[in-house]
Structures are given as C-alpha cells and as structure tokens.
C-alpha cells in the first residue's frame, strides 16, 4: 500500500519560515518523482516544486522562486519543502505526490502524478 504523509504544517508570520516533509512508503523511492502542489482556499490547486528523479533537476513555480528549497532523501524515502520568507499568499493546504513516469514538461501537471499525500495547512497570518 503506498502511503505519502506530510509533515510539519503550521501557522506562522509573515517572512517567518516552516519545513514540510513528505514520507513515503509502499514505493521504490529512489524511482519517482517528487512534487509538492498547493491550495488556496477558493483556488485551483497548483504547482509548487519538483525534483526530478532522473536528473535531479530542481523546478520551481514563479512565485516561490528564491524562497522555497526542495530536498529529496532517497536514504529516508522523504521530501521535504524548506519554505522561507513566507508571504500571506502561501497560505494553502500542500500535497506532497510522487510521479513513477514523468517527463519534463509534464512535471507541473497534476495529471502526471499517481500517488497524493493527504495534504498540510500552511497558513501565514500576523
């Protein structure tokens, strides 16, 4: 049974900074892709970052560019997603999800993903 589980969601201020992890298992880790997607309350879910598990190309969405680090154990079968300098627009529900087939110009579909974690709120308020 393939679980994703994320980890260490919260509230905190703006330009504050948290770290989100994935847990994974039921998968050969080291074999997939890893993103985090996000949700706004009364949006559209979206792209956040990806590691590539080929390459390990980093990508990033625009809007976190400079702000957001995405690391990927393979020794851990974890992701995590260091988020700094938090702005009240990252707040959003985050999905970690694991890709076994992608290519690289699908990495910012959701529609390439197979498996989804059940999602942490991030919420930056003052």
């Known amino acids: 049974q393939v679980q994703l589980v994320e980890s260490g969601g919260g509230s905190v201020q703006p330009g504050g900074s948290l770290r989100l992890s994935c847990a994974a298992s039921?998968?050969?880790?080291?074999?997939?892709?890893m993103a985090w997607f996000r949700q706004a309350p009364g949006k559209e879910r979206e792209f956040v970052a990806v590691i590539s598990q080929r390459t390990g190309s980093l990508f990033y969405a625009d809007s976190v560019k400079g702000r957001f680090i995405l690391s990927k154990d393979n020794a851990k079968n974890t992701v995590t997603l260091q988020m700094n300098n938090l702005k009240f627009e990252d707040t959003a529900v985050y999905y970690c999800?694991?890709?076994?087939?992608?290519?690289?110009?699908?990495?910012?579909?959701?529609?390439?993903?197979?498996?989804w974690g059940q999602g942490a709120q991030v919420t930056v308020s003052s």
């Open positions: 039921g998968i050969s880790f080291i074999r997939y892709t």
């Open positions: 999800a694991a890709a076994a087939r992608v290519i690289v110009s699908q990495m910012r579909s959701q529609s390439a993903y197979d498996y």
